[in-house]
């Protein structure tokens, strides 16, 4: 199965030696899907990681990574790795929510330690505001001809 | 600039119409509005109609049906403030002397969706990850428990007191009052609400007629004044907010209380955007009512009943009057004219003189909400 990378590299100056994860063929394909591609990044050594987008002229960091600065306007963006543990800043835990998910599921707000702060699903099913939680990928749902759906997660495991 | 006034008024009850279509939910309050208002339909020179999911000229399709058509037509979609945000342009035009009789619709029909929460934009960030508005405001509630120490119970609160106003309020979807208990062990949405602290799918529609404050005074009836009218969106942020204290509304406030020239203590009675119980106590505090951290109190005092210090919902709020998104807007405004009015009955907030509306939605990525608008009336 060919992949489709997401991440546009060809405006993000100074990469550092990541790749685009791989988002998985379409939508309504079997194997994997995953959620939020545009924020993740493969490592040399095969782990996932957040990516924000660096404003090179106002330092600002976005996630996903834009193609044009909203704090600036400015269009030289540079893929940045992310912190990957952040506190939980709140959460809920949703009963009726998006159908394709696991039932229930949380999701929430992390702020990392460099003052981004991260939408995310959330692993387990107790949370703690303020809770040091940290960031793998993990499956929150499945589609209708059985495709796994990963997302950007955090948690405490 | 010219004084505008609000002449007339009219709603259909809100409630779930899955046989009718947008254009016949919405003609009938229009027509009251215009009835409401004793002018004759001709003297209208301009409509704005709100609408989130009305679809293609919406306010056209309607305003066919009564033969209303060939003067300008604007559709304005701004989620949950479509139809305030309607009001606002027309308070615009009107004051500016561009026109000196408008119209103002807020109609939305959700039961086309069937039930489940509001659909969003599956473009955003947030809702392809799974984001639904009740999780946005459940976060909410998480956070303020945590750092004012709100209990479950006095969340709950808020249902009830807006189930008992509704009750009173032909109009409302939902008019059977409600306990604590009954709040509490309803089906769990978005911990910690439940079903009877998130506002009901449902269909409505509502209609004002904005005019000169000349013409509504020799239309003959008590002319209430639009005091201020004002309309924001949201700060987009990509770091830290405090999602205890919706910056978007306490800008608005501070912008509709100078544009009116009074201070929350001045304000009567108020229809703000309970879209979910949380939010009710957070817009207490962004609308000083009562200072930060204290909304819970404050509403355990029954500072906020219709017999209360500041009647909040005495319409029975989103909650029990229900929200058809597009339509809220406008239909507060029919319940704050009513009461400036000294029309509601059961549910007649006493002496009410300066009157206030509040709309604000739209959950985005990095929004405290997309936008929000705030009216000030009185007598």
């Known amino acids: ?157 | 600039m010219r004084t505008v006034c609000v002449a007339g008024v009219g709603m259909t009850p809100f409630g779930k119409f899955p046989n009718v279509c947008t254009a016949d939910i919405a003609w009938p309050a229009i027509l009251s509005a215009i009835d409401d208002a004793g002018i004759d339909r001709r003297q209208i020179e301009v409509a704005y109609c709100g609408t989130v999911f009305g679809g293609m000229m919406t306010g056209q399709r309607t305003l066919a049906k009564l033969g209303l058509t060939g003067i300008p037509i604007i559709n304005i979609e701004n989620a949950c403030s479509s139809s305030s945000t309607a009001l606002h342009q027309a308070v615009l035009a009107v004051r500016s002397g561009a026109y000196d009789v408008g119209l103002v619709i807020g109609v939305e029909k959700l039961t086309k969706f069937g039930g489940g929460t509001l659909p969003l934009e599956m473009e955003d960030w947030e809702v392809r990850q799974g984001m639904v508005m009740p999780a946005l405001y459940a976060m909410r509630a998480h956070r303020y428990m945590t750092d004012f120490g709100l209990t479950r119970n006095q969340l709950a609160l808020v249902s009830v007191k807006n189930r008992a106003n509704g009750a009173a309020n032909p109009d409302a979807q939902i008019r059977s009052p409600v306990t604590v208990e009954d709040v509490l062990s309803s089906r769990p949405i978005a911990d910690p609400l439940t079903l009877f602290q998130c506002c009901p799918t449902g269909d409505g529609a509502a209609a004002l007629i904005v005019c000169t404050s000349r013409i509504a005074r020799c239309l003959g009836r008590a002319a209430i004044t639009v005091r201020a009218s004002d309309l924001t969106s949201g700060r987009f942020t990509e770091g830290y907010r405090d999602m205890t204290s919706p910056e978007i509304t306490v800008r608005g406030a501070q912008e509709a209380y100078e544009e009116a020239g009074i201070d929350p203590t001045d304000v009567d009675v108020a229809e703000v955007h309970d879209a979910f119980s949380i939010a009710e106590l957070l817009y207490y505090e962004a609308f000083g009512f009562c200072g930060r951290g204290e909304a819970g109190q404050f509403l355990e005092s029954g500072a906020t009943r219709i017999d209360g210090k500041i009647a909040v919902n005495p319409s029975g709020g989103l909650l029990a009057k229900g929200h058809p998104i597009g339509a809220t807007g406008a239909a507060q405004v029919v319940e704050i004219v009513r009461q400036l009015r000294r029309q509601c009955g059961e549910r007649q907030v006493e002496n009410a003189t300066i009157g206030l509306t509040h709309a604000t939605g739209g959950g985005i990525t990095g929004f405290d909400h997309g936008a929000c608008s705030i009216h000030i009336f009185s007598r």
């Open chain 1, 1 to 157: 199965m060919t992949s489709t990378f997401l991440v546009d590299m060809s405006t993000v100056t100074e990469a550092r030696s990541l790749k685009p994860a791989p988002r998985g063929g379409s939508p309504a394909a079997t194997g994997e899907h995953l959620l939020g591609a545009e924020s993740v990044a493969i490592t040399p050594d095969g782990t996932a990681r957040l990516v924000a987008g660096l404003c090179n002229a106002c330092g600002r960091r976005f996630l996903p990574p834009p193609k044009v600065c909203p704090g600036c306007a400015g269009s030289r963006i540079e893929a940045e790795e992310q912190p990957t543990s952040g506190r939980l800043y709140s959460y809920a835990r949703v009963h009726v929510g998006r159908g394709d998910f696991h039932l229930p599921y949380s999701i929430g707000y992390v702020d990392l330690d460099n003052g981004l702060r991260v939408f995310a699903n959330l692993r387990g099913e107790r949370h703690d505001i303020g809770e040091r939680v940290t960031f793998r990928l993990a499956e929150v749902g499945v589609n209708k001809l059985g495709g796994r759906l990963m997302a950007p997660t955090f948690g405490k495991d």
